[in-house]
């Protein structure tokens, strides 16, 4: 089982960036897909759920209107689309697949 993520990096206030985890190894259409984040010296916490149709989408309340996941599933792909990114969005980002297989995450630090 394989979970990649990419797309993080340095980003302006204000700006976007969008996410990408590619999965492998599992069938990725019956499983609910999640991003998260662990900021430094912080306990790492959901950013946004999907269900395994798409159908079904959850924010946390600091990113609800900013940011908006979606999945692809005939290319076993998740994505998170991040806009008007703040500074206290700087994380590294992991890709959740269920409730068991989890990506390397991906670093987004927000900085002028």
């Known amino acids: 089982v394989q979970l990649v993520e990419s797309g993080g990096g340095l980003v302006q206030p204000g700006g976007s960036l969008r996410l990408s985890c590619a999965a492998s190894?599992?069938?990725?259409?019956?499983?609910?897909m999640s991003w998260y984040r662990q900021a430094p010296g912080k306990e790492r916490e959901l950013v946004a759920r999907i269900s395994s149709g798409g159908s079904s989408t959850n924010y946390a309340d600091s990113v609800k209107g900013r940011f908006t996941i979606s999945r692809d599933n005939a290319k076993d792909t998740v994505y998170l689309e991040m806009n008007s990114l703040k500074p206290e969005d700087t994380a590294v980002y992991y890709c959740r697949g269920g409730y068991v297989y989890w990506g390397q995450g991906t670093q987004v630090t927000v900085s002028s």
């Open positions: 190894g599992f069938t990725f259409s019956m499983l609910d």
